[in-house]
Each structure stands twice: as structure tokens, then as C-alpha cells.
């Protein structure tokens, strides 16, 4: 990994989170009627602690699931590696919820689309709202994050890499040169 | 992850990683099959030919259900309303379907081998739905499957075949698979029902019934096959009942933590007694339900390579 800077550390996520909280419970009035969905891996570790935060501030715990979109995608006839797939856990009613996914990185916007089309296949929310950590740029579908942590301009060389405790070694997101 | 195998002809020479994934894969599958809406768009553009020169009636819908759940086109060929009986040869016919711009065949057919030299006369993806006595991969994977759904491991499992096994493809699908995965494997059944040399595959024999079901933790039971022949070796189908066929008695005198599977279709009264078929030691529509959600992981695996 050729790291070219440190751009969030351990407390800066906290932070970035506990204000990603605040603006969900923000812009909808509350707690009762959002489902928190974590897109696979590290959007999961994401709605985890924002599920967490979010129960601190408003005392009630929002339903958390989970959702694997590699059966959605559009690349597998263009991609050298075959994508593994997962299990996607959301157990819960959806319908006419509003839903809050969640993920890591957004980048060309090809996995939020897949993700899309995964939960219309579940119910009918009534609103679908999208947060990321990190927006990166480069988009190549017309879609747009309800909530940003931080915006990152980058270079297409360049990748962000987002680093949680409960896989990796620590919290961190990092700029690195793309290895290819 | 991918599989290093590019068409499922037999469990025989699969490495175990394959069958780990493949399995791994189906429960992905097992959850959409939950959703209300039991579709995903994966093999969206992919055709799949059905090839059936042989009656069926799960395997065939659990195949097309599945190519339909990953949103796959499907075609069924059938041979009693084809060409086949104005005498065009197999090789012409599959040449014909393939010129139709097909991706994968799923083919069974009555004579072993068939799936193998499909594989050397077309491009396509083959996938064997049971060829002769041969094999049947997909629905050892699907006994796998259950196996491991039910008691969460395959490793030093004991697993005993019942039945006719010399002319089941099932068995030994099931006797190589198992192998690989780690189970100690073992049959039962007249010596009439055994092929020579059976234990050259590592299996240990059985002919007392108490005894395969005391010793074993699963015991699958196959069907009797009349239409290949099997009543030329019992005398009766009453005796073999009596002798090697699995009751509430005989569970209940030797292992009530027996697990019983049984591919389908079920002679009632001759290898398995009503009682134990709609019982609570058995997982029999289980497996049906598995079985779909293994030939998605099948055919999402081998559609998807490059």
C-alpha cells in the first residue's frame, strides 16, 4: 500500500460519525421510521456504529441490515475476477420505510445502483437515503449521497482505502496509489 | 474466488475448494429463495439449454426454476417431441442447438459419459443432470448441502449408502463427493446391489440394516430402480422391505439421532416406510428445497467465468 497522506484518523471517524448520525436523525425527524442497511463489508461495520450512535442520541435502536448487491451488478462478463458473494440478512419488513444505505466509498456509483435494484427486489420504502463515508468522485451513474462524511477529490491513479477495527488493525481512511 | 472447473460432468476429479465454494455459494441462493420476490438478474443474457433424453421430474424443474430465478433464458429439449425420432443423431442435434447461440446445456441422458463428450463437440458450459449410472453431481452437492445445513459439518461425518447401488448414479456422486469433504463413507445392501471391487473406493460395506443405521450419523436412502433392472437381483420387493428396508422399527431399535435423506422419487413400502418418509428423523423436501439453491450456486458459478 503506497500511502500518500492520512486523510481521516481514529477520532476524526468518530466525529465524521457521530455528525452522520445527527443528520439522519436530522432530516427525519427522528428515529422511528428509518432502517439503517449496510452494503457489504465495511458499510456494515459503518451502519454498526452509526446504529450505536444513534441510539445514544435518540434512545431507540433502528433496525440494521445487511445487503450483498454482488448478484445485482453489471460487470461479470468484464471482470477478470469472478466477485464472491455473500449473504444478504435483512429479516425485517421494509415497506414504506425509509431507508438509510450506507456504505464506505462512493465511487463510479455502480455498486449504489446494484444495491438499489437488490432492495426494490425486497419491498416498496417509501424513501430511499444514501450515506458514505467517503465520496470520491469519478461518478459514472446519475446518483448522489444524502450524506457525506467527506468529500475527497481524487485522481483516477488514486484509491481510497478505508480501514475499520473490526477487520483491519485499526480506524483510518488513507489516499494511496492505485496499484495499477 | 472462482472454480477451477469450467463443467460439472462428476464429483470424481473435483477438488475439494470447488465443492466448498459451491456449496458456500448455495447459501447465498437459500436466502433469495426466501424473499418475496425469489429472482436476482445475474445471468441476465445467459441461454441454457435443457437436454433431457431421459424422464425427470425434479431435476428438471429444480434446473429450469433455478435458470429462471438467476434470470436466465431457458430452452427444453425434450426427446419425445424432437428430431431425434426422424433419426437425426445426438452430435447433429447439438450442433443445431448450438448453433442457436447457446451458453451452458444441462443434459441427462441414459448412457454414461454422454456430458463428457458434449464437452468435445461443443463450446458451451456443460452441466450433467445424471448420465446412465454414472454420475449425478448436483444431487450429491444438494445431499452435501443438507447434510451440512442440518448438522453444520461434513469432516469425519458417517455416511451410509442404502440401496441399489450398482445402478445408481446417485451413489456414487455421493461416494466420491463425500470423500473429498472429509466424511467416512459406507453402503448397504445385498450383495446383489453392490458392484465388484466397490471397496477400492474407500468405502466400508454393510449388509445388516441395524447395524448401517447404528454405526452411521446419516443414512441416505436410495430408491429401488425398477426400470434399470433391479428386480432381476431381490426376489421380491417385500423381502428386500423386510431385510434392508428403513422403518420406525428399526430407528427406533438403533439410532434415534439417525439423519435420513432420500433423493426422490420414494417407493413407499419397499426401501422406505411411510412412516419414516413424512417422519421427523427425515430432511427428503429439505433436499428438494437445497436442490435449487445448489444449481443456482452451479450455474451462477460456471455461467459467470470468463
Redesign the interface.
Known amino acids: 500500500m503506497n500511502v500518500k497522506a492520512k486523510i481521516i484518523d481514529e477520532d476524526g471517524l468518530k466525529r465524521t460519525i457521530t455528525r452522520l448520525a445527527h443528520e439522519i436523525l436530522e432530516r427525519n425527524k427522528g428515529s422511528e421510521n428509518i432502517i439503517l442497511i449496510g452494503m457489504r463489508t465495511r458499510g456494515e461495520f459503518l451502519a454498526n456504529r452509526i446504529q450505536k450512535k444513534i441510539e445514544e442520541i435518540d434512545n431507540s435502536k433502528p433496525e440494521l441490515g445487511i445487503l450483498d448487491a454482488t448478484l445485482y451488478r453489471d460487470d461479470f462478463r468484464t471482470r477478470l475476477k469472478q466477485p464472491e458473494v455473500s449473504v444478504t440478512d435483512i429479516t425485517f419488513d421494509i415497506n414504506e420505510k425509509d431507508i438509510i444505505l450506507i456504505d464506505d466509498v462512493l465511487y463510479t456509483g455502480r455498486t449504489a445502483r446494484a444495491s438499489l435494484d437488490a432492495i426494490m427486489d425486497l419491498g416498496r420504502p417509501s424513501t430511499i437515503q444514501f450515506c458514505v463515508l467517503v465520496d470520491r468522485g469519478h461518478r459514472e451513474m446519475p446518483i448522489k449521497a444524502d450524506f457525506v462524511g467527506k468529500n475527497i477529490p481524487t485522481s483516477i491513479h488514486e484509491e481510497i482505502k478505508v480501514k475499520m477495527k473490526e477487520i483491519d488493525d485499526e480506524d483510518a481512511v488513507y489516499l494511496v496509489e492505485s496499484p495499477n | 474466488?472462482?472454480l477451477n472447473i469450467k463443467h460439472l460432468l462428476g464429483l470424481k476429479d473435483v477438488p475439494k475448494n470447488d465443492i466448498q465454494l459451491i456449496l458456500d455459494?448455495a447459501?447465498?441462493f437459500r436466502?433469495?429463495l426466501e424473499?418475496?420476490?425469489k429472482?436476482?438478474?445475474?445471468l441476465k443474457g445467459t441461454t441454457i439449454v435443457n437436454l433431457f433424453y431421459e424422464n425427470s421430474t425434479r431435476t428438471r424443474l429444480s434446473f429450469e426454476l433455478a435458470e429462471k430465478r438467476l434470470s436466465a433464458d431457458t430452452l427444453n429439449f425434450t426427446t419425445s417431441n424432437s428430431s431425434t425420432k426422424k433419426g437425426e443423431t445426438f452430435k447433429d442435434t447439438v450442433r443445431n442447438i448450438e448453433a442457436m447461440k447457446i451458453d451452458m446445456i444441462v443434459v441427462r441422458h441414459q448412457s454414461a459419459g454422454v456430458p463428457h463428450y458434449l464437452t468435445k463437440i461443443s463450446n458451451a458450459s456443460i452441466i450433467n443432470a445424471g448420465d446412465g449410472r454414472h454420475e449425478h453431481p448436483t444431487q450429491a452437492l444438494l445431499d452435501m448441502y443438507s447434510i451440512r445445513e442440518k448438522i453444520g459439518k461434513l469432516n469425519n461425518l458417517n455416511v451410509c449408502i442404502v440401496g441399489d447401488i450398482s445402478h445408481s448414479r446417485v451413489a456414487l456422486s455421493n461416494i466420491f463427493g463425500l470423500i473429498t469433504m472429509g466424511a467416512k463413507v459406507s453402503v448397504c445392501a445385498p450383495p446383489t446391489m453392490l458392484p465388484k471391487n466397490i471397496e477400492q473406493f474407500g468405502v466400508k460395506i454393510f449388509h445388516d440394516i441395524n447395524k448401517a443405521v447404528a454405526e452411521n450419523d446419516v443414512v441416505n436412502v436410495l430408491r429401488i430402480q425398477l426400470e434399470r433392472d433391479a428386480g432381476n437381483t431381490i426376489p421380491s420387493l417385500r423381502e428386500y422391505h423386510n431385510y434392508f428396508g428403513i422403518t420406525g422399527d428399526v430407528i427406533e431399535r438403533n439410532n434415534k439421532d439417525i439423519l435420513i435423506l432420500h433423493p426422490g422419487p420414494i417407493n413407499r413400502g419397499v426401501e422406505i416406510s411411510s412412516e419414516v418418509a413424512d417422519g421427523p428423523y427425515q430432511i427428503i423436501l429439505d433436499q428438494v428445497t437445497n436442490g435449487v439453491a445448489i444449481r443456482m450456486a452451479v450455474l451462477?458459478?460456471l455461467g459467470?467465468?470468463?
Open positions: 474466488m472462482s455459494t447459501t447465498t436466502e433469495v424473499r418475496p420476490i429472482k436476482v438478474p445475474t451462477y458459478l459467470t467465468m470468463n
